[in-house]
């Protein structure tokens, strides 16, 4: 049982180029997230999943684009990295989430991209 | 939305020594609240977490949290600290009926001497 893995750890881009970080759990969880951590910032979530083939915008979702095709993965693309996406990406998944409901988030090691 | 401050960068104490890190908490609806821990080099683990029930809560490692709804607040304490307690601390909140949505402190960063 691996939990919540991110693949890669570290990837440096150039501007203007794109790429995928793949979020995988295995946890049958329903819900997953992306949040981007920066310095003095805490985390702030981009998008994030309530199941598969469904995504929602958070708190800071331009620059990023996700897709959830099957239950276990979540992908975060940028399709034109700038340098203000320079960030420590983290995954989490969750069992459920709603009314009344517990709500624990379990998190991935983490990505960092440097974007020159 | 809900937001969240955490009132210290940064809080240096000696080892066997309390520790308060404080939060507070804005909200329009009830909230669920929770403290996450991140270690050097790792994603965030769940510390302790307030849904309901006693404001007093206790979480794994010896902390505990106490949530004030009066003063929206959400304390985070420990009344002997080891060297392995040096980690960053986030303070995290999220509406009762919208908890996908959770929103986190800038982090307090605990630094245990010896």
């Known amino acids: 049982n691996a939990g919540v893995t991110q693949t890669p750890k570290f990837r440096v881009l150039k501007t203007g180029q794109s790429m995928t970080l793949l979020c995988a759990q295995d946890?049958?969880?329903?819900?997953m997230y992306w949040y981007r951590q920066d310095p003095g910032m805490g985390l702030r979530l981009i998008h994030y999943?309530?199941?598969?083939?469904?995504?929602a915008k958070g708190e800071v979702p331009d620059g990023y684009n996700v897709s959830r095709l099957k239950k276990q993965n979540f992908l975060l693309g940028l399709e034109s990295a700038a340098p203000s996406q320079t960030s420590v990406y983290f995954c989490?998944?969750?069992?459920?989430?709603?009314?009344?409901?517990?709500?624990?988030?379990?998190f991935g090691p983490g990505t960092r991209l440097t974007v020159l | 939305a809900q937001s969240v401050t955490q009132l210290d960068s940064q809080v240096p104490v000696f080892e066997e020594a309390p520790v308060e890190l404080r939060c507070n908490y804005s909200s329009s609806v009830s909230v669920y609240l929770f403290w996450y821990v991140q270690y050097p080099n790792q994603g965030l683990q769940l510390l302790l977490k307030?849904?309901?029930?006693?404001?007093l809560v206790k979480g794994i490692n010896g902390f505990e949290a106490e949530f004030n709804k009066s003063q929206t607040s959400f304390h985070l304490r420990k009344p002997s600290v080891h060297i392995s307690d040096t980690a960053e601390y986030f303070c995290a909140v999220s509406g009762e009926y919208n908890n996908n949505d959770m929103r986190f402190g800038a982090g307090t960063r605990l630094t245990v001497k010896p």
């Open positions: 999943s309530v199941g598969e083939g469904t995504t």
């Open positions: 307030y849904l309901s029930g006693s404001t």
């Open positions: 989490a998944s969750s069992l459920l989430a709603g009314p009344s409901s517990y709500n624990e988030q379990f």
């Open positions: 946890m049958n969880h329903e819900y």
